[in-house]
């Protein structure tokens, strides 16, 4: 049997719809037929051969997030059953097939029950951001109930979703935005700080009385990492997903603060540790149901036909909320 998929034969070329076959679920996976493709900024960069930290041999299908339906369950599985909607943090980098196709095999540890209340569309925007998010807060930083939390670029597609964690954890919210997206930020639950007017030093001061935050969320790098050291609290703790550059510790040190990293990617290019992923995607699902988490879609609408538009609105720093591909 087949199916159809974009695939990448070059990088930096054009997303050709190709017939491909269709896969069958090994042991300890099931074939999901996907219904909708979520993008990230991450699938930009392995499109165009520079994810140093993705490679994903061509040619390939790109897509790390989707969301869709159990159609045959393989060797070993009892998670799930043929007709479940599942969603999940499932491909597209690392040799792995992604979800701009009609159908992937998918290893069952990365995969959770879909919220009942949200769409295909929905759902598939929420997996990276928020293993991302969790992994920083939760496995990370370990935030406790009413402790404060600086998230850098709190409208982003993985800072919307840190802001709203870390509210329905009980924590006390601030969160970096452009002006015009500060009442986005305010209605998640969060204090906006407009960076651009504002110093470390001067809203560190008007938010905190000059003694920083407990736990600081970077997602957005460079400068920005290093105004998160500047705006921690004494033994306090720094997390950020964009850790690449070279950072002075100073401001760290000085606070005796702590730093960690995460690489969302790591259970899918080494296979360790995958069952945790679908175990924060369940709690993902929890909180959804419970109203507390819901993803921010860009308005418009790609199918496989429009893919390239989707792939034109994040490179083109036009998307307000996430990019998803409908699939079906």
Do not use: C
């Not at 209605?187 to 008007?206: K, N």
């Not at 935050?213 to 703790?237: C, M, R």
């Amino acid at each position: 049997m087949s199916m159809h998929a974009l695939v990448l034969n070059r990088y930096h070329g054009p997303l050709e719809l190709t017939e491909l076959a269709r896969p069958n679920p090994a042991h300890g996976q099931v074939l999901v037929r996907i219904a909708a493709s979520g993008l990230n900024p991450l699938d930009t960069k392995i499109r165009a051969g520079s994810g140093e930290h993705a490679k994903h041999p061509l040619p390939l299908v790109l897509g790390i997030d989707m969301a869709g339906v159990v159609e045959a369950v393989g060797p070993g599985v009892d998670a799930f059953k043929v007709g479940d909607e599942v969603y999940g943090m499932t491909g597209g980098v690392g040799g792995i097939q992604g979800s701009l196709a009609q159908y992937a095999a998918v290893d069952v540890n990365l995969l959770a029950l879909k919220p009942a209340n949200l769409s295909m569309r929905e759902a598939a925007a929420l997996p990276l951001a928020f293993i991302t998010a969790y992994a920083g807060i939760v496995d990370r930083a370990r935030l406790q109930a009413g402790q404060t939390v600086l998230v850098q670029g709190g409208a982003g597609g993985v800072g919307h979703v840190a802001v709203q964690l870390a509210v329905a954890l009980g924590a006390r919210v601030f969160a970096t935005a452009s002006a015009r997206d500060h009442d986005f930020v305010a209605s998640l639950g969060a204090t906006p700080i407009d960076h651009r007017t504002q110093s470390v030093e001067q809203y560190v001061a008007a938010l905190t009385e000059g003694r920083g935050f407990d736990v600081v969320v970077d997602t957005v790098g460079g400068p920005t990492l290093d105004a998160s050291f500047a705006a921690v609290k004494h033994f306090g703790h720094v997390v950020s997903a964009l850790g690449w550059g070279t950072h002075a510790l100073a401001p760290l040190s000085f606070r005796e603060a702590t730093y960690s990293g995460v690489f969302t990617l790591y259970p899918l290019l080494s296979g360790e540790h995958r069952a945790h992923h679908g175990a924060m995607l369940r709690e993902a699902t929890r909180l959804t149901e419970a109203g507390k988490l819901q993803p921010r879609l860009d308005a418009r609408r790609f199918d496989l036909a429009s893919a390239e538009l989707a792939y034109e609105a994040i490179t083109s720093g036009t998307a307000r909320g996430k990019i998803v591909v409908e699939v079906a």
